[in-house]
């Protein structure tokens, strides 16, 4: 699917707005399969508005090319570390699933976190999303850990990929 990736304009109404419903979107299907829900399906446009200020911290979203007005359909948003890149909320709206836009985002993400002198990404899911751990393992990200979910019956899977620098 044709789309174009571009990073969120803090202090941008708009696409803050875009972050918060796409984000509310995606996570809020996604706890129809969890036993513990994501407190990304209730997060308020301010904490989304308050993250994408920080100066550690952005956004992006994918827009259609294809559509006869530009759409976005998926977000995600980072924090830099001190020796990684860390992605989350990474969510493309429901009815764009499966097209190809969550591993175009991740391709983007690489090269954020190459641009900010990152050579590694951290990233997390829970055990009771299979999709998602084999989307990221598709992908080169690598399990690193996991450990019990803070509010209940889940299992925090987290994953890393080390980034090659090209010449």
């Known amino acids: ?5 571009c990073r969120v304009v803090p202090g941008k109404r708009l696409e803050e707005e875009l972050v918060h419903r796409l984000t509310r979107a995606a996570f809020t299907q996604l706890d129809k399969n969890l036993t513990v829900p994501t407190s990304a ?3 308020t446009l301010e904490a989304v508005r308050e993250e994408l200020a920080r100066p550690d911290s952005g956004g992006i979203l994918a827009w259609l090319k294809t559509e006869p007005e530009r759409q976005a359909v998926a977000t ?8 990684y890149l860390y992605v989350g909320r990474v969510a493309v709206d429901p009815p764009y699933q499966g097209r190809g836009i969550g591993q175009q985002m991740m391709q983007y993400l690489e090269q954020v976190a190459l641009s900010l002198g990152k050579l590694e990404i951290h990233l997390a899911t829970r055990a009771s999303l299979p999709g998602n751990i084999s989307f990221y393992q598709r992908l080169g990200y690598i399990i690193t ?3 019990p979910h ?3 019956d889940d299992v925090v899977v987290n994953f890393s990929k080390h980034l090659a620098v090209s010449t």
């Not at 995600?76 to 020796?83: L, M, T, W």
Request: without cysteine; charged residues 40%.
């Open 150 to 152: 803070s509010r209940g």
């Open 145 to 147: 850990s996991s450990e």
């Open 41 to 43: 399906a209730s997060e």
């Open 76 to 83: 995600a948003r980072f924090r830099a570390e001190k020796n």
């Open 1 to 5: 699917m044709d789309v174009e990736i």
